[in-house]
């Protein structure tokens, strides 16, 4: 069950103060307030792209795992 939705239940239906489920959700009052305040469901972060040391064998190491794939059973190597 999302987050957002079980604090709006809390503190909407039964009443819950903004403290205690600040204690229990282990968020701070400030967040709890924010996201009774907002209207979205979920809190979207932006996606990060941090490059991998990996990014520059990506095709080989995709074309490796391709035909290994392709291999009989008892010839692969992994």
């Not at 819950?16 to 469901?41: C, D, F, H």
């Not at 809190?43 to 190491?61: A, V, W």
Request: charged share 35%; no cysteine; proline share 5%.
């Amino acid at each position: 069950m999302a987050l957002v939705s079980v604090i709006r239940r809390w503190h909407l239906r039964e009443g819950m103060p903004i403290r205690e489920i600040a204690r229990r959700t282990g968020l701070s009052r400030n967040t709890v307030r924010k996201y009774l305040a907002s209207q979205e469901l979920e809190p979207s972060y932006p996606s990060r792209k941090s490059p991998s040391k990996l990014d520059s064998y990506e095709e080989t190491l995709t074309n490796w795992l391709f035909r290994e794939s392709r291999r009989h059973r008892k010839r692969k190597r992994w």
